[in-house]
């Protein structure tokens, strides 16, 4: 079936160093898209997000590129700090009309890892 | 409350018995959802509540597993004749609005850890 994966299970970088979490989907449907950040023991942080007709998006310290083409997602981290190690998660939505999903899919994560 | 909130956030069960899980959405909030992570895994859904209906259970595992919410509020997650296989982290959500409906976000809780011994 249709999912959302995550080409690397863990990541590991030098604080300052920048981070790309990489994330593949398979559903062309799909048209919203979120990173999550989850820390131990704690539920998922919303980190940013972006819809299909965009192809980048930038918050604080971090950048989102969507491409359509091949169906890749990427979460760019700039200079990482150690209370960026986490899982991190993309999501997928699929806005198909009234009776449509309307709940997120979610991958199985990327674990970064900051060494100081 | 300021975030979602969900109780208890630890519970021991023996299999076969029925669980309840307890979620309060953030204040306003009209859409809720429930997810299951297993350890070391990404989110599963479960169910999805705009107001009290909720039009997406496509998600539930197995009859066992039902949820309602009232009042457009608080929503309860019960699992009946709990299995082993049914140990995990059930997590619940809450929207202003359903997701992908103008830059809303869904806020989580911090979850209910659910162990079947």
């Known amino acids: 079936g249709e999912s959302v994966g995550l080409h690397l299970p863990t990541l590991s970088v030098q604080e300052g160093d920048n981070s790309i979490i990489n994330c593949a989907y398979s559903n062309s449907a799909s048209d919203y898209f979120i990173w999550y950040k989850q820390e131990s023991g704690k539920g998922p942080q919303f980190i940013i997000d972006i819809r299909s007709n965009m192809d980048k998006r930038q918050g604080q310290r971090v950048t989102v590129l969507l491409n359509k083409t091949v169906k890749h997602l990427s979460l760019q981290i700039a200079a990482t700090q150690p209370g960026d190690s986490a899982v991190y998660f993309c999501a997928e939505n699929i806005s198909a009309g009234d009776t449509g999903r309307r709940a997120l899919t979610f991958g199985s994560g990327t674990r970064l890892q900051v060494q100081p | 409350g300021a975030g979602v909130s969900q109780s208890p956030s630890n519970k021991v069960t023996e299999k076969g018995k029925d669980v309840e899980l307890r979620c309060d959405p953030i204040?306003?909030?009209?859409?809720l959802y429930w997810y299951r992570q297993s350890l070391g895994q990404g989110l599963e859904f479960l169910i999805y509540f705009q107001g009290n209906s909720a039009p997406d259970k496509s998600g539930l595992p197995s009859d066992r597993f039902s949820a309602e919410r009232t009042g457009g509020s608080v929503s309860t997650l019960t699992i009946q004749r709990t299995q082993q296989e049914d140990s995990a982290v059930y997590l619940c959500?809450?929207?202003?609005?359903?997701?992908?409906?103008?830059?809303?976000?869904?806020?989580f809780g911090q979850g209910t850890r659910l162990t079947v011994v």
């Open positions: 204040s306003g909030h009209t859409a």
């Open positions: 959500a809450s929207s202003l609005r359903f997701i992908g409906a103008s830059n809303t976000e869904a806020f």
